[in-house]
């Protein structure tokens, strides 16, 4: 049956079986956010960031509860709202790597937003 297939159904099998590969690989490899790879691995948190983000973990928690998990927040130059800010380290790059930064927005006590920056 395996032999059988027409060109168009064996080209349509390989891309379901690549996509399948890949979203599985990725969800292998993706880091999930880790209080203590935050804490201990200070130049390597732009791993982190993504799934803070796409998770919303901060979302709704106050700025004491935020440094609670995320510990002191970076000196920051920003003005305007209330927030923190955390370094994240640079990521590796062909080119000149940028500082990345993760912003978090309190409006009413409450983080509201979390902003990836490149610097």
């Known amino acids: 049956m395996w032999l059988k297939l027409k060109r168009n159904d064996k080209i349509g099998l390989f891309f379901f079986v690549a996509f399948v590969l890949s979203t599985t ?14 804490q201990s691995e200070r130049t390597t948190r732009y791993k982190l960031a993504e799934d803070i983000m796409e998770s919303e973990l901060l979302i709704g928690k106050t700025k004491k509860e935020v440094i609670a998990l ?25 080119f000149e790597a940028k500082a990345e930064k993760l912003v978090v927005v309190f ?3 409450f983080a509201i937003e979390v902003i990836h920056l490149q610097e």
């Open 25 to 38: 690989l990725i969800g292998l490899f993706e880091e999930r956010f880790n209080e203590q790879q935050w």
């Open 70 to 94: 995320l510990g002191p927040a970076s000196h920051s130059t920003l003005s305007g709202s209330d927030h923190l800010v955390y370094a994240l380290g640079k990521p590796p790059s062909f």
């Open 107 to 109: 409006e009413n006590s």
